[in-house]
Nanobody, 126 residues
Framework: QVQLVESGGGLVQAGGSLRLSCAASGRTFSTYAMVWFRQAPGKEREFVAGINWSGGATYYADSVKGRFTISRDNAKNTVYLQMHNLKPEDTAVYYC???????????????????WGQGTQVTVSS
């Protein structure tokens, strides 16, 4: 079992920055891949960024490449999403998720992730 709790969301103006955190508990954090997804109102959940078990490999959606950075601190059981140059179209609920069956990660398919956090709202005003 893995429990995931996101934090760090909020309201920010376009061009601003936020850092999301996802604290994990339960199974040994350094043994599985992590990912961030987001879901805007009326839209499907979409892949944002992923990271492998060690932090040595990262993956990004084209829409956030160059603006967002995913990282993890295995000593703190936490994965982060640093977001810069935010745009109104980044407005969504952001979810972290774990794939405890896979160390590599990077999949954009939400069904491959077996544990999810409750989500944190990010709102970017124009």
């Amino acid at each position: 079992q893995v429990q995931l709790v996101e934090s760090g969301g909020g309201l920010v103006q376009a061009g601003g920055s936020l850092r999301l955190s996802c604290a994990a508990s339960g199974r040994t954090f350094s043994t599985y891949a992590m990912v961030w997804f987001r879901q805007a109102p009326g839209k499907e959940r979409e892949f944002v960024a992923g990271i492998n078990w060690s932090g040595g490999a990262t993956y990004y959606a084209d829409s956030v490449k160059g603006r967002f950075t995913i990282s993890r601190d295995n000593a703190k059981n936490t994965v982060y999403l640093q977001m810069h140059n935010l745009k109104p179209e980044d407005t969504a609920v952001y979810y972290c998720a774990a794939d405890t069956r896979n160390r590599i990660g990077g999949s954009a398919n939400s069904y491959e992730y077996d544990y999810w956090g409750q989500g944190t709202q990010v709102t970017v005003s124009s």
